[in-house]
């Protein structure tokens, strides 16, 4: 980003980072604490997708407590939550059967009975309105691309990044600098992996006394089913098949609406052979008979991808830093086994408006929201994740077959007893150095897609409505341009070119040798690359504002 350029400058009592569930609902809750004091708080809220909703990626189905706290008459208000689950499935896959898992054997923490499948894209579409019914200003397009420090090292507020700069650095004739938005206090609510957030926690420190945090992909597909097929309500996640032992991860399935099936797979990203292609482990998992079934006659009509945090407890970091705060999945707030974040995101993002309202009534401004961690750690939030804070180090020390006993048994123990027979483990290395040298693996053979049940990268982002101004610098910016070739290629084989979903990586075979390209109008910002690269070569900036994907009932 240009630093000699003028920028005008906005100022707002709060800043918020994200429209997905976390920002718009601490918003919200901003506003509601305003009119119930007779004060007047101005929020803007910053969301670099087109649109609300473009860029948010979820299974979903998801616990109401979350909305219900934030707005308890919700249903009469219209949100986009009307099927409940009916029918809810545990399987362990084989190669081509499966076995079901009974329920009995899971706490009932885990069931999915009084939960609701939805498209979290309509669901944080219609929050915006209720936010901006409030009086919330939101910006699409217009991503925070620097966080702005004050003289004191504290946070001030954002920059959105600039308009009209071409591929090469020069100003076009349309160039617009980006303005600086200037906060009391600015609360981050990127999700995972958010580009601003990661700079914070450096610069802050805010992972010191922490694990690392872990992240999985998540890939998914939005599937109109052929009538028969559909079976509203219901439910099915799946371990095993086509995963290996040591690779975590597994499928999920949602029924809902009218004959659509949310269909995706998470793939941990701690993943130790090179020549893992998340994407080709999906496509591969929905030709298992059990998948299939639902699948044929139907038509895909969507595809996605994203990164979800995965640490749970142990990887949350301090939350709180002078001038804001972390919230949702920008801090990692996702239980693993229950497959469910939306929820205590739409918590956090009250507890941090709250936090936020009660310094503004005091007169503070860009202080530490010293009272919003606490409040978090004595919270459902909390102890939503340290009854499963074991869940994701047994499955990555142990292996999915010899954990998923043990992981039972520790949910068990937590639930009744309120107390873990393991403690409290804790992670290893970060994602990014798990990989072994491909010398020590065998590379994967995946069968080609059929076009029916099973599809490539492109034709899948075609679906996600992907699109980027082409002339622009590349927002997949690489520290040393020469380590994908050098370093990455000989030891790893070059993994970038299988972990993207997108095809956005690709070594080309030229005649002077193989050259690394990077294909970034394909990028639908899942921030895969930014976790996995072995070298962390890679780091993904924000691109012009509207671009990437543009997602539909996803």
């Known amino acids: 980003m240009a630093e000699d350029v003028q920028r005008e400058s906005m100022e707002y009592d709060v800043v918020i980072v994200g429209a997905g569930p976390a920002g718009l609902s601490a918003a919200i809750r901003l506003k509601q604490l305003a009119a119930e004091a007779g004060k007047e708080v101005s929020v803007c809220v910053l969301e670099k997708g087109s649109e609300v909703g473009a860029h948010i990626l979820s299974g979903a189905v998801i616990d109401p407590v979350g909305i219900e706290a934030l707005i308890p008459d919700w249903k009469e208000k219209g949100a986009p939550a009307d099927t409940p689950v009916t029918d809810d499935r545990f399987y362990f896959l084989g190669h081509s059967g499966s076995i079901r898992i009974p329920h009995f054997l899971f706490p009932p923490f885990m069931s999915n009975h009084g939960n609701y499948i939805v498209s979290l894209s309509n669901l944080c579409k219609w929050l915006g309105q209720q936010a901006e019914a409030l009086g919330v200003e939101i910006y699409p397009g217009f991503p925070a691309a620097a966080v702005v420090y004050g003289d004191r090292g504290e946070v001030r507020g954002v920059t959105t990044g600039d308009l009209g700069v071409a591929k090469d650095g020069h100003h076009k004739p349309d160039f617009t600098p980006g303005m600086n938005l200037l906060g009391k206090y600015t609360l981050f609510a990127e999700g995972a992996r958010g580009s601003c957030s990661k700079q914070l926690i450096k610069k802050f420190s805010l992972h010191e006394g922490h694990d690392p945090q872990k992240f999985g992909i998540g890939l998914k597909e939005l599937w109109e089913l052929a009538p028969g097929k559909h079976k509203k309500g219901l439910v099915a996640h799946t371990m095993g098949w086509p995963l290996s032992n040591d690779t975590g991860g597994g499928l999920f399935m949602y029924h809902w609406g009218e004959n659509f099936c949310s269909i995706g797979f998470v793939v941990h990203l701690n993943y130790s052979n090179p020549y893992i292609s998340p994407f080709d482990e999906f496509q591969r998992v929905k030709?298992?008979?059990?998948?299939?079934?639902?699948?044929?006659?139907?038509?895909?009509?969507?595809?996605?991808?994203?990164?979800?945090?995965?640490?749970?407890?142990?990887?949350?970091?301090?939350?709180?830093?002078?001038?804001?705060?972390?919230?949702?999945?920008?801090?990692?707030?996702?239980?693993?086994?229950?497959?469910?974040?939306?929820?205590?995101?739409?918590?956090?993002?009250?507890?941090?408006?709250?936090?936020?309202?009660?310094?503004?009534?005091?007169?503070?401004?860009?202080?530490?929201?010293?009272?919003?961690?606490?409040?978090?750690?004595?919270?459902?939030?909390?102890?939503?994740?340290?009854?499963?804070?074991?869940?994701?180090?047994?499955?990555?020390?142990?292996?999915?077959?010899?954990?998923?006993?043990?992981?039972?048994?520790?949910?068990?123990?937590?639930?009744?007893?309120?107390?873990?027979?393991?403690?409290?483990?804790?992670?290893?290395?970060?994602?990014?150095?798990?990989?072994?040298?491909?010398?020590?693996?065998?590379?994967?053979?995946?069968?080609?897609?059929?076009?029916?049940?099973?599809?490539?990268?492109?034709?899948?982002?075609?679906?996600?409505?992907?699109?980027?101004?082409?002339?622009?610098?590349?927002?997949?910016?690489?520290?040393?341009?020469?380590?994908?070739?050098?370093?990455?290629?000989?030891?790893?084989?070059?993994?970038?070119?299988?972990?993207?979903?997108?095809?956005?990586?690709?070594?080309?075979?030229?005649?002077?040798?193989?050259?690394?390209?990077?294909?970034?109008?394909?990028?639908?910002?899942?921030?895969?690359?930014?976790?996995?690269?072995?070298?962390?070569?890679?780091?993904?900036?924000?691109?012009?504002?509207?671009?990437?994907?543009?997602?539909?009932?996803m």
């Not at 520790?410 to 994602?431: E, V, Y």
């Not at 639908?524 to 690359?529: A, G, I, L, M, Q």
């Not at 070298?535 to 671009?547: A, F, S």
């Open 287 to 553: 030709t298992h008979p059990l998948i299939r079934q639902y699948l044929e006659g139907g038509k895909r009509v969507g595809y996605g991808a994203r990164a979800i945090t995965e640490g749970g407890a142990q990887s949350v970091p301090t939350l709180a830093f002078p001038g804001g705060a972390l919230i949702g999945c920008a801090a990692g707030f996702v239980n693993l086994p229950r497959i469910k974040g939306s929820h205590n995101a739409i918590l956090t993002g009250i507890m941090g408006a709250e936090s936020a309202f009660a310094a503004l009534a005091a007169g503070r401004a860009n202080d530490v929201l010293d009272d919003y961690e606490p409040a978090v750690k004595q919270s459902v939030v909390w102890k939503d994740l340290w009854r499963v804070r074991n869940i994701k180090p047994l499955w990555s020390k142990l292996g999915s077959v010899l954990s998923l006993p043990l992981m039972g048994l520790d949910m068990w123990t937590n639930q009744l007893f309120g107390f873990s027979l393991f403690g409290t483990l804790h992670h290893g290395k970060a994602d990014y150095a798990t990989l072994r040298h491909a010398s020590e693996c065998k590379p994967i053979n995946y069968p080609k897609p059929d076009g029916v049940i099973s599809f490539d990268k492109l034709s899948s982002v075609f679906l996600s409505n992907t699109n980027h101004e082409e002339d622009q610098p590349v927002h997949l910016v690489l520290k040393d341009p020469t380590i994908p070739i050098r370093v990455n290629l000989p030891e790893y084989a070059e993994p970038a070119q299988r972990y993207c979903p997108a095809g956005v990586y690709e070594i080309v075979q030229e005649a002077s040798g193989p050259r690394f390209q990077i294909n970034a109008q394909n990028c639908v910002h899942c921030k895969t690359c930014d976790i996995k690269d072995p070298e962390q070569n890679i780091n993904w900036v924000t691109p012009e504002g509207g671009g990437g994907p543009n997602y539909i009932n």
